[in-house]
């Protein structure tokens, strides 16, 4: 069973689109492709500030359920606006095992339409949309989560990848 965005909600990706592909630099700043996990499946999910109380949750869910999800044959990419020197120092304090990377530009974020509206407190706010991807071995998305919640985030995803 897949889960799809809503439908005719645009720029919005959808199950069965390709994944826009890219390439960004890590904590250390190597540059990460998606590329390089052609042939696996890959969680791409997109936060939006390191070092924040959700983000943090988020982050250690997932390092602290990676042995999981990487035996069930996924590689998990963090991606955030911050710079390489914020994310290199949360990874280092919160012992991160997988890559977080780099989009200043926010290029990919839009591409994965996770740049938007939403709701903060009552306003209208243009900013990160917390979503999650999951990459299929060939490229395309089995999986277009948007406006995810952080905490319980990696439990409802191990649910749907019948992980759980």
């Not at 109380?53 to 998990?76: K, M, N, S, W």
């Not at 009552?122 to 995810?148: I, Q, W």
Request: aromatic share 8%; with cysteine.
């Amino acid at each position: 069973m897949t889960s799809a965005a809503p439908a005719a909600v645009p720029g919005r990706l959808a199950v069965g689109d390709a994944a826009p592909l890219f390439s960004l630099p890590d904590a250390s700043g190597d540059v990460v492709s998606l590329a390089d996990f052609a042939g696996r499946h890959v969680i791409v999910y997109f936060y939006p500030a390191a070092l924040t109380p959700a983000c943090t949750t988020q982050a250690c869910d997932f390092r602290d359920g990676l042995a999981a999800l990487t035996d069930a044959g996924y590689a998990v990419l963090g991606i955030s606006k911050d710079p390489v020197a914020t994310l290199g120092k949360f990874a280092e304090q919160e012992h991160l095992n997988f890559p977080v990377l780099s989009d200043e530009s926010l290029e990919v974020h839009r591409a994965y339409g996770a740049w938007g509206e939403k709701q903060l407190y009552g306003k209208t706010v243009t900013g990160v949309l917390r979503s999650t991807f999951v990459v299929g071995p060939d490229g395309v998305l089995e999986h277009a989560l948007y406006n995810v919640k952080a905490k319980g985030h990696l439990g409802m995803l191990r649910k749907k990848l019948k992980l759980a």
